[in-house]
């Protein structure tokens, strides 16, 4: 059984910087993606990155989050910058291998204003 655990959240002034870790406990992942969600709200996509290293991002958080992994540790990355009210969120670590689409619990992140 592959377990995804998403780390780095906690609460932060707007304008500042988090970086959020997600770990799989095994397995080759073609794409590693991050979304958030809000109370009330559907889950939103935020950003993806192949095997290879190419990365999407939305509208909302390009220029200011940087997606990244380790392949070799089975690990993903969201560096993010100049965090904004609106940015609060549970984040969430999606991970796809093969049919089979892995999500973590989430991470608490809280932006104040």
């Known amino acids: 059984q592959v377990q995804v655990v998403e780390s780095g959240g906690g609460l932060v002034q707007a304008g500042g910087s988090l970086t959020l870790s997600c770990v799989a406990s095994r397995g080759i992942f073609s794409y590693m993606r991050w979304y958030r969600q809000t109370p009330g709200k559907q889950r939103e996509w935020v950003a993806t990155?192949?095997?290879?290293?190419?990365?999407n991002y939305a509208d909302s958080v390009k220029d200011r989050f940087t997606i990244s992994r380790d392949n070799a540790k089975n690990t993903m990355y969201l560096y993010m910058n100049s965090l904004k009210p609106e940015d609060t969120a549970v984040y969430y670590c999606?991970?796809?291998?093969?049919?089979?689409?892995?999500w973590g619990a989430g991470t608490q992140v809280t932006v104040s204003s």
């Open positions: 999606n991970a796809l291998a093969g049919p089979n689409n892995y």
């Open positions: 990155i192949s095997s290879g290293g190419a990365a």
